[in-house]
């Protein structure tokens, strides 16, 4: 059995973090005279309790993590967070059971964006602000809070972000705590970029503040249940589809270009076949709503573009049901919620990266089928593709393609129908946020479902956004053997 004593100490660090983020929708609800900051405060005061006393009793291990540690610990993390996180939704005003609650902060935590609040427009701001906040912790924040202090304590912090975030890029400095730092102020200013643009195309600063958080970190909570149907201009929305986009790209690459290296983005294949991607998708979408829908060309372009990067990226903002457009919209609605974006970015779902590999090996495959005796080697970013890299991948779609169809099954069993259990599934093993269908769909919640499916929803959620073999390897008998 692993030593527990680093993993709850970090923990307990990132509990104290967590309960100083809990000041700021407290400082929200103070400044507008709501009560229900003394919630934010009281529950502020539990989880640095919590914390402060994982810390200091643990604070004598001063090992690195191994590998298996780091397992236990990205898992841990995500669950004791959202465990807390969910505490100020069970004591607010709207009184949300315990499901309901883990539910939400699970959804937030994840930046999966599904909800289970009804009624957006009502709920206090610093609770929306809360929601917010713990997206854009769960985006980027919190991982690179924990590799910037874990050097710092002799923890390998590289080891943690690997694991979270399959971050396959090329490490632009030569210290863990340096990309962390990098990448946190990156981070911060593209959040305060797209607040700015947010306001200057008519957004009110709450909700700019707030919709920037969860547009930077692909997350999708919006403050109202319009979602961004509710800011019905093409200013806003197409600079929601530009962060979205930045969003989805290596952070990495961005460090890079800050350093000096400013073709790093559009020089890296996983960018291209990306943008690539959006690309053909958002052509698609505006011939079928303009040749076979007859909307007018202008709203085509820009509902379809914003849209499909929403649903893409796994984001979630819905600028229009798409729900209405058609079968053959559903269906393309459906499948790119498995796509994602690049690796070490904000976003979940497969990733573009899995997909070049597996297209390189595939095409590498059919060149030895007809030349048997040829040598021919698959590429990623002009490096060859070793066996393990490729066996490894292939095992991700295989897994990935197993829990949707458990996952869509448990839901089925619990007792939804069919099109609600597939994209229900879909939407938490891929991080996405809207479902289809008249339930859970572009104008739905998850508020109806019954426990039970929460529950399921939520471990999906978790699956997804730790990448499914960081979870699953602690139910393997062999990782708890010494």
């Known amino acids: 059995m692993p030593d527990l004593r680093p993993i709850l ?3 307990g660090l990132l509990l104290a973090i967590l309960s100083v983020a809990m000041l700021v929708p407290a400082l929200v609800d103070a400044t507008l005279r709501n009560p229900e900051w003394e919630t934010f405060l009281g529950t502020s005061a539990f989880t640095l309790f919590v914390g402060g006393a994982l810390t200091l009793t643990n604070r004598s291990a001063g090992s690195r993590l191994n590998v298996r540690q780091a397992f236990l610990l990205v898992t841990s993390a995500w669950v004791l967070i959202a465990l807390f996180g969910a505490l100020p939704f069970i004591f607010s005003p709207i009184a949300m059971s315990f499901t309901d609650a883990f539910f939400e902060a699970m959804s937030g935590i994840t930046t999966t964006g599904s909800t289970v609040i009804v009624g957006l427009d009502s709920v206090p701001e610093g609770l929306l602000m809360w929601r917010a906040i713990l997206q854009w912790l769960g985006g980027v924040g919190i991982v690179v809070i924990a590799i910037a202090i874990m050097p710092m304590l002799r923890v390998g912090g590289m080891q943690l972000l690997s694991l979270e975030s399959s971050d396959t890029s090329e490490k632009a400095l030569p210290r863990a705590a340096s990309i962390a730092f990098g990448i946190g102020g990156i981070y911060l200013l593209l959040t305060l970029a797209c ?18 958080m969860t547009t930077i970190a692909t997350g999708g909570f919006s403050t109202t249940d319009r979602s961004f149907a509710a800011f019905d201009h093409a200013g806003v929305q197409w600079t929601g589809v530009v962060f979205m986009l930045l969003g989805s790209l290596p952070f990495v690459l961005y460090l890079r270009a800050v350093r000096g290296d400013l073709m790093a983005l ?49 984001t979630g903002y819905v600028a229009s049901d798409f729900g209405l457009w058609g079968g053959f919209a559903l269906t393309i609605f459906f499948l790119i919620m498995f796509v994602g974006g690049c690796a070490g970015s904000t976003t ?22 007809l030349q048997p005796h040829g040598v021919f080697i698959p590429y990623f970013n002009r ?19 197993a829990v949707f169809a458990l996952l869509a099954g448990i839901l089925g069993l619990i007792g939804l129908d069919f099109v609600t259990s597939l994209s229900g599934a879909a939407t938490a093993i891929s991080n996405v946020g809207p479902g289809l269908g008249d339930i859970i769909g572009p104008t739905g919640t998850f508020a109806s479902l019954p426990d039970s499916a929460k529950w399921s929803l939520a471990a999906g959620m978790l699956l997804g956004r730790l990448e499914l073999f960081t979870v699953l390897v602690l139910f393997l008998p062999s990782y708890w053997r010494s």
């Open 383 to 401: 490096h060859p593709i070793s066996d393990e890299i490729s066996n490894s991948v292939l095992g991700f779609f295989y897994l990935y393609i």
């Open 266 to 314: 559009l020089e890296d294949s996983q960018v291209r076949w990306f943008f690539g991607a959006v690309s053909l998708f958002v052509l698609i979408m505006i011939a079928w709503l303009v040749l076979e829908q007859g909307f007018a060309v202008g709203w085509s372009v820009r509902h379809a573009a914003f849209n499909i990067v929403s649903i893409l990226t796994g």
């Open 348 to 369: 979940c779902g497969i990733k573009i990266f899995r997909f070049q590999i597996l297209y390189e090996t595939a095409r590498t495959q059919f060149s030895r089928l």
């Open 195 to 212: 607040a700015v643009f947010y306001w200057l195309f008519g957004m009110a600063g709450f909700d700019a503040v707030a919709h920037a």
């Open 9 to 11: 100490f970090v923990n």
